[in-house]
T-cell receptor, first 114, second 116 residues
Framework: QQQVKQSPQSLIVQKGGISIINCAYE??????FPWYQQFPGKGPALLIA?????SEKKEGRFTISFNKSAKQFSLHIMDSQPGDSATYFC?????????????FGSGTQLTVLP | DAGITQSPRHKVTETGTPVTLRCHQT?????MYWYRQDPGHGLRLIHY???????DKGEVSDGYSVSRSKTEDFLLTLESATSSQTSVYFC???????????????FGAGTRLSVL
């Protein structure tokens, strides 16, 4: 059972365009929602994260939008650059439990064309 | 990669052989995790550790065991490797849980394992 559903699987955007990746979750106990960026041959690295007490968080060109009632959150990459080409994973963590494990989405491979 | 070393980086083995992957950290973080990454599945947690000799199962623990005898080392063992365990394995560490700022998991560079 996939608790975090991510779409699209792949995304191609022109340089300067906006990249949008969406995630939906089922577990209402989730209260921490990070996005990870992974380049080929490397491990994932935290890009940006949000908690459900805010609807939006922005860091540079990267913005998370969060809709608690719809149980959805999305990553927007403004002015996309070829260097943003990577695989992006959304994730979620519950507010309690033995280890507060991260549950990941299936990933989106982003290609930004020059 | 945040003071995390995974070894080996690549391994090819045969079905039925035992395999051990090592994760070594220099950050003195309490929590350590093993994930596998497969196309279409993202990262799935295999096992995790919340201290020396304290481990627990994750989502896909069948066929895997772990050990942590020192803070800095977390070993993942495939007792009898199968072709379904062909994957990229990532180790991650985190400092503590229960505080948002410390929820960050830092990942190693991964081990690519092929079971023939």
């Amino acid at each position: 059972q996939q608790q975090v559903k991510q779409s699209p699987q792949s995304l191609i955007v022109q340089k300067g365009g906006i990249s949008i990746i969406n995630c939906a979750y089922e577990n209402t106990a989730f209260d921490y929602f990070p996005w990870y960026q992974q380049f080929p041959g490397k491990g994932p690295a935290l890009l940006i994260a949000i908690r459900p007490d805010v609807s939006e968080k922005k860091e540079g060109r990267f913005t998370i939008s969060f809709n608690k009632s719809a149980k959805q959150f999305s990553l927007h990459i403004m002015d996309s650059q070829p260097g943003d080409s990577a695989t992006y994973f959304c994730a979620a963590m519950p507010d309690s439990g033995s280890a507060r494990q991260l549950t990941f989405g299936s990933g989106t491979q982003l290609t930004v064309l020059p | 990669d945040a003071g995390i070393t995974q070894s080996p980086r690549h391994k090819v083995t045969e079905t039925g052989t035992p395999v051990t992957l090592r994760c070594h950290q220099t950050e003195n973080h309490r929590y350590m995790y093993w994930y596998r990454q497969d196309p279409g599945h993202g990262l799935r947690l295999i096992h995790y550790s919340y201290g020396v000799k304290d481990t627990d199962k994750g989502e896909v623990s069948d066929g895997y065991s772990v050990s942590r005898s020192k803070t800095e080392d977390f070993l993942l063992t495939l007792e009898s490797a199968t072709s379904s365990q062909t994957s990229v394995y990532f180790c991650a560490i985190s400092e503590r849980q229960g505080m948002a700022a410390k929820n960050i998991q830092y990942f190693g560079a991964g081990t690519r394992l092929s079971v023939l």
